[in-house]
Structures are given as C-alpha cells and as structure tokens.
C-alpha cells in the first residue's frame, strides 16, 4: 500500500503543480533577458535540475541569490518548485513553501507573486490529500488485520475493504491525468488535420479516417477566433501546414498559415494587425517531463501544443501541405 500511497501523492501534487506550469512553460517567449549576469549559474542549476541533482541544484540556486540578490524572486520560486518536485526523493513541502512564503514577503512586486501564491494554497491542498489517503490506507491496513484475527467475520470486513480500496481508486482516477491511451500507429501519411477548440482535441485524417486523436492545450485567451496580434487566440478556419521546425524551443512546431484572406480582411476592418507564427508544437524545451499535465490550462499564446512524443508522430503523419481545419 505504501507504493500506491505514493503514486496517489505524486498524481495529487501533479495535478495542482499544473496550475503553475504556464509562466514557466512561456518564460522563455517573454523573460529573454531577465538576470541577464546570472544567466549561465542560472542554466547550470538548471541543468543539474534536469539531470535529476536535486541538491547540487538548489546549492547552485543559493549561489545566485548571494550573488545576485535582484533575481531573488526569480531563484525562490525555483527553489520552492525543486522542494515539491515529486521526483525529488528528499523532496519537503515547508521547505518549498517557506520560498513561496518568503517571495511574497521580500518581493511584493514581484511576477512570480501570483504563482507563488497558488503554489501555497495547492500544496496545502496536496498536503490535506495525503493526509485523506494516508488515514484511509491506515484503516484499510486495519481491516485487513482484522480479516486475519477474526475469521468469522472474514466476509462483512472484506466488503469494508473493498469500498475503501474503491474509494481510493476513484480519487486517484479524478486527479491522474498521466494514463495514456495505447494506439497502434496507422498507417499515414494524414491529409486533414481537424483541430477542435471546444473539445480541445486534434484529429488526424487520412481519406476521412480517423488515424489517431491528441488532447491539446491552446492559446491563454481560446473563445472566439484570433483577430489581431497578442490577442493570445488560437485561429479558427481552413488553413495548411506551410512549413515546419525541427529546432524549435519547443522540440518540434509545424506552421500554420495563418492569417487567410479572411483573417487579413477581419484585422484591416479593426485596424490592427492579425499577427501569426501560429504553430502545433510540443513543450518547451527542458520541460518535457510535464507530459501531458500540460493540457490542464491553455497557456500558449495562440498555438496548438501536444507533448514531445505527440508532436514526434504528428510531424511523421502530417507533410506539408497538409489540410488543417480549425473549428471553435
């Protein structure tokens, strides 16, 4: 039970770490030059975040704040993310939340307030979870002691036991958005890819087959149809896939070739420019291990984003001059 216990804490704080995603998953579109001076220490404890160093990371991380104290907020709210990483064995939830504690007091203007904030209430709400099952587990534990001592009761005590094991199943169902469909990959290449907004969904189509569905995440403002630059909207209408990215910060990207016709009309009707460089693309680069917890907000600023191995398929289905239909 103990190892399941686990897994149900790692899947609770999964699902409440998502909540902070965004500003990291967009800092490398809209931060490019902030603590310019502590931008290599910064990449190193990064680096050794990524290679699984937990420690040697937030002593690089320390480093930076003695050095460069202005980038304090910045290196606080890193820190706090590395104490409550759930891969981090020596993980401590009072540590990560004395950081988030610590930017709202030192830093009040800070943009990382708000996240850190939320960072607060979501890993209180981890910390109560695991408490919720860790007292549930206790008394199936319990039970099943008492299954052993009391024979004649073998039968009412393992029905208790059973609704208990359900009940833990059913919150771990509700806050698990890791399980990933298994499909075998059909045979290609797609000549339709039709996008979904509402159901935030991307089909594949080959001869009006279905080849293979992906949950999206799409632009941080998604009602309505992109009208003009920095609208933060995902496009809506008929377009095709133009070109493609294999260096892109975010692994792979096909370009859409947004605006039409239509859209260009729309925007010279209002006066602003309809902006572009939509794309379909994976996560940022360094943050793969998301997967796809990322589908829990729409933090692009108007693309179509899918995780690393989606994007992978998706690039090998989808040839240029693909058809790409875009329906609120």
């Avoid at 540590?95 to 709202?104: A, D, R, T």
């Avoid at 206790?138 to 052993?148: F, N, S």
């Avoid at 992109?226 to 910060?249: A, L, W």
């Avoid at 692009?300 to 058809?323: Q, R, S, W, Y």
Wanted: net charge neutral; with cysteine.
């Amino acid at each position: 039970m103990g190892k399941k216990q686990r897994r149900i804490s790692e899947h609770l704080y999964f699902f409440f770490i998502t909540i902070i995603i965004t500003p990291i998953l967009l800092c490398g579109c809209s931060h490019l030059n902030e603590e310019s001076r502590a931008r290599a220490t910064f990449k190193e404890a990064n680096d050794l975040f990524s290679q699984g160093i937990y420690s040697a990371s937030l002593n690089k991380y320390q480093q930076i704040i003695e050095k460069y104290p202005a980038a304090g907020d910045r290196v606080l709210f890193e820190m706090g993310i590395i104490y409550a990483y759930p891969r981090n064995d020596q993980r401590d939830y009072q540590k990560s939340l004395e950081c988030f504690q610590k930017l709202i007091k030192d830093y009040p203007g800070s943009g990382y307030r708000k996240d850190s904030e939320m960072m607060i209430f979501n890993i209180n709400n981890v910390i109560i979870k695991d408490m919720m099952i860790a007292a549930q587990q206790a008394q199936i534990e319990t039970l099943r002691q008492d299954v052993t001592s009391r024979g004649n009761e073998i039968s009412t005590l393992q029905k208790k036991i059973e609704a208990l094991e359900q009940e833990v199943t059913s919150k771990d169902d509700e806050i698990s958005t890791l399980q990933k469909q298994v499909f075998a990959t059909q045979e290609g290449p797609a000549d339709k890819i039709l996008i979904e907004k509402k159901e935030r969904r991307l089909t594949l189509i080959s001869r009006g087959r279905v080849l293979k569905t992906y949950k999206i995440a799409l632009g941080g403002n998604p009602d309505g149809p992109k009208e003009r630059q920095g609208d933060n909207k995902t496009p809506e209408g008929t377009y095709v896939i133009d070109s493609r990215n294999k260096g892109s910060r975010y692994h792979l990207s096909l370009h859409i070739s947004y605006p039409n016709e239509k859209d260009k009309k729309r925007a010279k009707e209002l006066g602003v420019s309809p902006g572009g460089d939509i794309m379909i693309h994976g996560i940022k680069n360094g943050f793969s291990w998301v997967g796809d917890l990322h589908t829990e907000v729409d933090w692009t600023k108007g693309c179509i984003a899918v995780t690393d191995e989606e994007m992978e398929e998706i690039d090998k289905l989808a040839p240029n001059g693909t058809i790409v239909e875009i329906r609120p």
